[in-house]
């Protein structure tokens, strides 16, 4: 047997749209792109048990034979594929509540997934009001034209993850709210 | 003895379920917490004790017949890393018992600690005890849902920001698993660690080698080998202090676990020079890059978040080599990093509790302030660097003796590796450490942050904090004296992973079909 084009075609759509939302800096793109490409991974699954439309379960009468087991679907992608649903599910949820928190904090600015600030920028970001610290995250997503250049003197220096000119401030978390 | 296999993630689970019903009763929360995790390790050590002498131990849960139920597994591997994880996570409890809460009193809400922890915990046990893939990724997910609540517990701006970028790497990791796991079920009809062998050594090796990657690329993204590791060092540091050390400890090793079972019951008899290839490459760079790394850090805990991850690559060293030896000293080395970073972690949570700080620019002096701090610290940091006559020094030496009875280049390109990361971990440590406890200067804290001073604080440090802390400490130091036996039993560990036919008839295996491809093709044909 051979599994349906259709469903071939739909879980490389789905994997594909997700991983491009999943590249975004926006979180809800990111949120989108974790379910997208789960269902995709999921659809893989349902897609291994082989042809649709047969019954999982055989006639409980019926003696299972080599060919009546040909006949029906595999159960088992259907039991796996109903736990990794589940989790799915889980896992949005959870980053659902991580997005509305990182909202929470963040004001509407918050939508980011890593401020990718310089050292520099990140001890401004701390100082200055919420309305206008977080430019240097903008620098990266969205038309480069006019935010590029809002967030240029900040956004330079790249990730913090060298030394900086300044203690990295891991140790205390900040509270910006 | 088999009844004992369930009772390693029923005990934490239904002690998370108390814990979660007693969330108004912080203390009886506590001893909750501890007895399960006692119970674990209890069961863990029997486990270890029966998969010693008598040979592993199976059970199908259910009554099922085998092949259909879900079964677990421990031979000498899954049992001893059961014993290591439980005795790291009884420690990190006792720690966290001894601080009090969860790091900020304030903010964090308690009741969810505890409940979250013991889940955190039966992860690890399903994972480590699963006898089919899809019960590894149940246990990857429990483990890894249960570290997403714990690395953002309080819900603070920093721990956010650094839980974003774990939680979503961790996954795409997930998402990678599961697709290897419908593509080998596609492949081969079946996920039991049992009949997988012989069915994916049956398929074409073009087949084999593509589903191989898509697992070890999902298992390096946990394990954090590079260059699958820039993650790591930037979530562990923003955690509490006893959740950044059960992490540093338990779950990167977790995917180093699953790559052992990947590389050798899954694709032991898969031969592929490449993949090999790929993995000496991949564990030489972890080590050095990790420790390059390290070498650049001012801050205490990233520091050690970079060795954490140079040192996985001791681990693959193991694993890529194959051999008998070497996949025993990479259990060995496990069972070691295990302990040791999550001493490291624990004292730098003391580090911190004393000093306000952990910026090697600020810190100074402290050694004068809390000496027992600092020999707590000074221990397992030489350890790390594997100075004689600790443990780190002991499995080093194995690997490099593994890759020097191995021969070729690669092997020999592993050993030097090996050593100048040694030395570059050397040097990392005893940068800190001259920062941190020897520099003259005191440390130097923001005024608005604490008006008191080093001295002040250090005397503050709650003693069952730092018992704890001693106790895992010990415990790593007290490796050297079991050297030799834990050697042998890492070497039978090793023995028992690479014997397929042994773990598949343990496993309950009914089939283990002929190697000429009858598992299955492609087009989704699957044995009834």
């Not at chain 1, 999921?42 to 897609?47: G, M, Q």
């Not at chain 2, 009090?100 to 969810?112: A, H, K, L, N, Y």
């Not at chain 2, 520091?303 to 060995?332: K, N």
């Not at chain 2, 490291?344 to 000093?355: D, N, S, T, W």
Request: net charge neutral; proline share 6%; hydrophobic share 50%.
């Amino acid at each position: 047997m051979s599994p349906t084009i259709v469903l071939t075609v739909a879980i490389g759509g789905l994997v594909a749209t997700g991983v491009y939302l999943l590249t975004s800096r926006h979180l809800t793109r990111v949120v989108l792109g974790v379910l997208v490409a789960g269902n995709g991974v999921n659809l893989l699954i349902i897609a291994a048990a082989g042809r649709a439309g047969r019954a999982p379960v055989l006639d409980p009468d019926g003696e299972i034979t080599l060919e009546t087991a040909a006949e029906s679907s595999d159960p088992l992608p259907q039991a796996l594929v109903l736990t990794a649903i589940v989790i799915t599910f889980a896992v949005t949820a959870f980053l659902l509540a991580m997005a509305y928190r990182t909202s929470r904090i963040e004001g509407t600015r918050g939508d980011d997934v890593v401020r990718d600030t310089s050292p520099q920028g990140r001890s401004r970001g701390e100082a200055a009001p919420p309305g206008e610290s977080t430019d240097a995250a903008d620098s990266s997503d969205g038309p480069a034209s006019s935010r590029q250049q809002r967030g240029a003197p900040r956004g330079a220096g790249g990730p913090v993850l060298g030394s900086g000119n300044r203690p990295a401030s891991s140790g205390s978390p900040e509270e910006a709210s | 003895m088999r009844v004992l296999l369930p009772l390693a993630v029923l005990l934490p689970v239904l002690g998370a379920a108390l814990t979660l019903a007693l969330g108004s009763h912080p203390v009886a929360q506590r001893w909750v917490s501890v007895a399960a995790l006692s119970g674990v390790t209890a069961t863990a050590a029997a486990l270890l004790f029966g998969a010693a002498t008598d040979g592993p131990q199976s059970v199908v849960l259910g009554a099922w017949p085998a092949g259909v139920g879900i079964s677990l597994v421990a031979d000498r591997l899954s049992a001893l890393m059961l014993l290591t994880s439980s005795v790291v996570t009884l420690s990190v409890m006792l720690f966290s018992v001894g601080q009090g809460s969860t790091g900020d009193t304030e903010r964090t809400p308690v009741s969810i600690y505890h409940p979250t922890f013991l889940t955190l915990s039966a992860g690890v046990s399903i994972a480590f005890l699963a006898g089919d893939l899809f019960n590894l990724y149940v246990g990857f997910e429990v483990l890894l849902v249960s570290s997403y609540v714990l690395l953002t517990l309080g819900g603070t701006a920093a721990r956010v920001r650094a839980g974003m970028t774990y939680v979503v790497v961790s996954i795409v990791s997930s998402l990678l698993f599961l697709t290897g796991l419908g593509l080998v079920y596609a492949a081969t009809g079946t996920v039991s660690m049992a009949d997988l062998p012989g069915r994916l050594s049956g398929l074409p090796l073009a087949v084999a080698v593509g589903l191989q990657l898509v697992l070890l690329l999902a298992f390096g993204l946990k394990a954090a080998a590079f260059p699958l590791s820039g993650w790591l060092p930037d979530s562990y540091p923003t955690a509490a202090a006893p959740v950044a050390a059960v992490f540093a400890g338990l779950l990167t090793k977790v995917g180093v676990y699953a790559i052992f079972r990947t590389q050798t019951v899954l694709f032991g008899e898969v031969s592929s020079p490449a993949v090999t290839t790929g993995l000496v490459v991949v564990a030489i760079m972890t080590m050095l890059v990790g420790i390059l790394g390290a070498i650049a850090q001012n801050d205490l805990k990233r520091l050690m978040s970079f060795t954490l991850v140079s040192h996985i690559g001791y681990m693959l060293f193991g694993v890529a080599l194959g051999t008998v030896e070497a996949l025993g000293a990479a259990v060995f080395y496990a069972v070691h990093h295990i302990l040791v970073q999550t001493a490291l972690f624990l004292v730098v949570g003391l580090v911190e509790r004393a000093a306000g700080t952990t910026s090697l620019r600020r810190l100074g002096g402290l050694g004068g302030a809390a000496p027992g701090i600092a020999l707590l610290f000074l221990l397992p940091a030489l350890n790390l660097a594997g100075i004689p006559p600790f443990s780190g020094f002991i499995g080093k030496i194995a690997l490099l003796r593994a890759g020097a009875a191995e021969g070729g280049f690669s092997a020999w390109a592993l050993v030097v590796a090996g050593v100048v990361t040694s030395l570059l971990t050397l040097y990392a440590i005893s940068r800190a450490w001259a920062a941190t406890f020897w520099s003259g200067r005191a440390t130097r804290l923001d005024p608005e942050v604490s008006p008191e001073t080093a001295a002040a604080r250090a005397h503050r440090v709650p003693p069952a904090m730092v018992a704890a802390a001693a106790g895992v400490v010990v415990v790593v130091s007290a490796l050297t004296f079991v050297a030799g036996p834990l050697l042998d039993l890492a070497n039978g560990a090793a023995e028992d992973t690479l014997d397929v036919r042994g773990y598949s008839q343990v496993v309950g295996g009914l089939d283990t079909p002929p190697a000429d491809g009858s598992g299955g093709t492609d087009s989704g044909e699957k044995a009834p």
